[in-house]
């Protein structure tokens, strides 16, 4: 009448409260649980990644190297073979500039 309940009333919405509270309380266990187990796939892909990453960058660093070695062996070998004369260089195109050159047309025949 006054908005005052009875005792069993009363008890029974605080068995309700209970019942609501465990189970909020397994809900939240088992989302902690599915959170830790997340974290941790997480933290693992992660140090994968970063391990990876180095290894790229490893890779990159030695893949730069051996390319200015190659490309240094590879004037040497020019400067050797008199390769870098400007003769030669100016002789470069002489296929394209051949007067027996065959066109494609006669190479189908």
Request: one cysteine or more; aromatic letters at 4%; a positive charge.
């Amino acid at each position: 009448m006054f908005g005052l309940i009875t005792r069993r009333r009363h008890e029974q919405l605080l068995a309700e409260a209970a019942v609501i509270t465990a189970r909020l309380h397994t809900e939240l266990a088992a989302a902690r649980a599915e959170c830790d187990a997340a974290l941790e796939v997480a933290e693992s892909t992660g140090r994968r990644l970063e391990r990876a990453l180095r290894g790229c960058a490893r890779w990159m660093d030695a893949a730069w190297v051996e390319t200015r070695h190659t490309d240094r062996l590879q004037a040497r070998l020019d400067d050797a073979l008199g390769l870098n004369d400007p003769r030669v260089l100016d002789g470069r195109n002489w296929q394209h500039l051949r007067a027996d050159r065959r066109t494609r047309k006669e190479t189908t025949r």
